[in-house]
């Protein structure tokens, strides 16, 4: 099992900027793919970045050029820096970790991110 603890949420104004955190704990694996999805009310969770061990990042187009993931391995850490932030992106954010080998997701419980207009 892996347990990811979220910090960084809350309320901003439209085109400010928060930085969330997520630190993995437990049966962790190097090569594990990162990320952050979301979840907005009445809407499907969605991918908005992944990152792998590498450095190698995919961001949904809704939040490519303002959002930017980044890892610290050795924490076994992943950020993302929002920038630029719409009403639209008001979610709960999620952490992730997905194994390359079997594909097996593992889920923070989330933060709140709230965008005021």
């Known amino acids: 099992q892996v347990q990811l603890m979220e910090s960084g949420g809350g309320l901003v104004q439209t085109g400010g900027s928060l930085r969330l955190s997520c630190v993995a704990s437990?049966?962790?694996?190097?090569?594990?793919?990162m990320g952050w999805y979301r979840q907005a009310p009445e809407k499907q969770r969605e991918m908005v970045a992944t990152?792998?061990?590498?450095?190698?990042?995919n961001y949904a187009d809704s939040v490519e050029g303002r959002f930017t993931i980044s890892r610290h391995n050795l924490k076994n850490a992943v950020y993302l820096q929002m920038d630029s932030l719409q009403p639209e992106d008001t979610s709960i954010y999620y952490c992730?970790?997905?194994?390359?080998?079997?594909?097996?997701?593992?889920w923070g419980q989330g933060t709140q991110v709230t965008v005021s207009s």
């Open positions: 992730i970790s997905r194994r390359r080998d079997t594909a097996r997701y593992f």
């Open positions: 437990g049966d962790i694996l190097t090569n594990d793919i």
């Open positions: 990152i792998t061990s590498g450095g190698t990042a």
